[in-house]
């Protein structure tokens, strides 16, 4: 099967899709079991330091992202792939053996380090594996993974009401150790052949070919228009994953047990709806048109707006339950556009990089505003506050509309 060039694309897909759930699933289990671990870990009892907790994953990832693309656009990201699953999978089961907040704080920040490595290295894998009318649609399909990966995560509150958050963490982390051996064998590289690869063993030489990337990306105003319209909706994105959870706990006066599953569930399902509708819409609409990707995007986060809203001021079950259901559906049209509207500002040597540092920012305003919420959980004001985060994502819809213009669909 693997043979088959017009099969194996879909079958990287398949494989990275995988990898994207367990992603998400090992890092989003944390945010739902923070009761069960506070009788063991009692520095947890605070909102504020569980958001630190969360906030030095965040802060640690979003600094190695363009690192982690850089890198990815000059080796091998096969074996990229490989050696970042397995680490986070292992820091993962050593979670589970963890005695307190200190230990808990030095392996999120390696889990931090590790899981950046993924990202832009399988998309930019997937984006040279898909071209023309799939490119959307398999970042879309690949995306869903990150959302079942979340919705997953939702269920560490279960496992450790039934079993215990200890073993919930180790059983995780060595399935994703034993997934990472089966890459091994099954997942193959994809270079173009534009690409242009260091063979030089000089480290000047090396420092030279960054230099360039870097100064390629910075240096055109297109970038840093993608670069804000991805990390302003990173902030209720971000929240939304952190704090969904004790949100619909806190409105529907329900315990985590419940409200873990709930919100994930219903975040994940309309996400996938949206990635997926966002995915063939795209690849449809940029035949016709060169916006038509950027239009998508556009449609997805405009209907995040009054999700928000919904979320922080609905005082019912159906008003939650509509805001999470937008949220995820325009989210996820949103996140199935990101990768294919870089690429057609930036060429498949500079990708990774690209998508590296829109990681970056989306991290940082993810990392701002999960540390803000924590305070804002204390305060009483955790409703509030989420839907006045609707404002940036506004702004990054008018910017996105008025200004980005390609002129072409896919940067050579």
Sequence with gaps: MTNNKSVYPWVV?????????????????????????????????TAENFGRLMAIFLWIYGIMSPFAGLIADRINRKWLIVLSLGVWSAVTCLMGYAQNFGQLYVLR?????SEALYIPAGLSLIADYHKGNTRSLAVGIHMTGLYLGQAFGGFGATAAHHWSWQSAFQIFGFIGVGYSLLLIFLLKEKREPVTKRVESNSFIAALISVKQS????LGTASFWIILFYFAAPSFPGWAVKNWIPTLFSNTLNIDMAASGPLSTITIAASSFVGVIFGGILADKWISKNLKGRIYTGVIGLSLTVPALVLLGFGD???????????????????DANNMPILCQFVSPRHRAAGYGFMNMAGVFAGAVITKFL???????????????????????????????????????
Excluded: C
Aim: proline share 2%.
């Design 214 to 217: 870097i100064g390629m990306l």
């Design 109 to 113: 920040g390696i889990m931090g380090v």
């Design 316 to 334: 019912g079950l159906s008003s939650v339950l509509a805001g999470g259901i937008l949220f995820g559906v325009g989210f996820g049209m949103f």
């Design 374 to 412: 924590g305070k804002s959980m204390d305060a009483g004001n955790l409703g509030r506050d989420m839907a006045l985060l609707a404002i940036p994502v506004a702004v990054a819809i008018i910017l996105q509309l008025s200004i980005l213009k390609p002129e072409t669909a896919d940067k050579i």
């Design 13 to 45: 897909v398949g494989l990275l899709w995988v990898v994207a759930l367990l992603n998400y699933m090992d890092r989003q289990m944390l945010s739902t079991m923070k009761v069960a671990m506070m009788h063991d870990i009692s520095e947890l009892e």
